[in-house]
């Protein structure tokens, strides 16, 4: 209770866990050859990490609003105004939630709020249509059938992301 596990959505924080699971596959088994995995994994997470430090950086100071708690890490490490709520893709919030949510967008023209998962059609209808619906992957489960790719997924949340800041992303 209390704990978000969403700590792969920084990748800093997902460097460190590679450290710490290299090291401890090291001692396990030494002619792994972990480092050298370990290194161009490294690589590319720091590429990662100045990707969404450069393509964020537009959106920092923005009050955004997220309906599930997935993206705290993400937030925290780029400077991003996150508010999470508790809103589900498949049922229309609450009387008492979608208060809480118009109370947060006092003063915002066009607020954003981030889903896990496209919406449907009547939780859509169920906020003022000003409201921007945008679907950021929480990095989370490969598709179904497929394999999942963190980076290439993440670089697409950036993409969208940086649709945003150009008022490129459709609702």
């Given at each position: 209770g209390g704990v978000d596990?969403?700590?792969w959505t920084d990748p800093l924080l997902l460097i460190q866990q590679a450290d710490a699971l290299t090291a401890a596959l090291s001692r396990a088994r030494p002619q792994g050859g972990w480092d050298q995995r370990a290194a161009v994994l490294k690589g590319e997470?720091?590429?990662?990490?100045?990707?969404?430090?450069?393509?964020l950086a537009p959106l920092a100071g923005r009050?955004?609003?997220?309906?599930?708690?997935?993206?705290?890490?993400?937030?925290?490490?780029?400077g991003l105004d996150l508010t999470s709520f508790d809103f589900a893709p498949e049922a229309p919030p609450s009387a008492e939630s979608l208060a809480a949510?118009?109370?947060?967008?006092?003063?915002?023209?066009?607020?954003?709020?981030?889903?896990?998962?496209?919406p449907?059609?009547?939780?859509r209808a169920a906020f003022k249509p000003t409201v921007r619906h945008v679907v950021i992957d929480p990095l989370e489960q490969p598709p179904e059938g497929g394999e999942y790719d963190l980076l290439r997924a993440a670089r697409a949340n950036l993409g969208v992301l940086s649709g945003l800041n150009s008022g490129a992303v459709p609702d």
């Open positions: 596990p969403h700590t997470l720091e590429a990662l990490h100045a990707e969404l430090q450069a393509g009050k955004i609003a997220a309906n599930h708690p997935a993206y705290n890490y993400l937030a925290r490490r780029y949510f118009d109370a947060w967008a006092v003063g915002q023209d066009a607020p954003m709020l981030w889903w896990e998962q496209a449907t059609d009547a939780v």
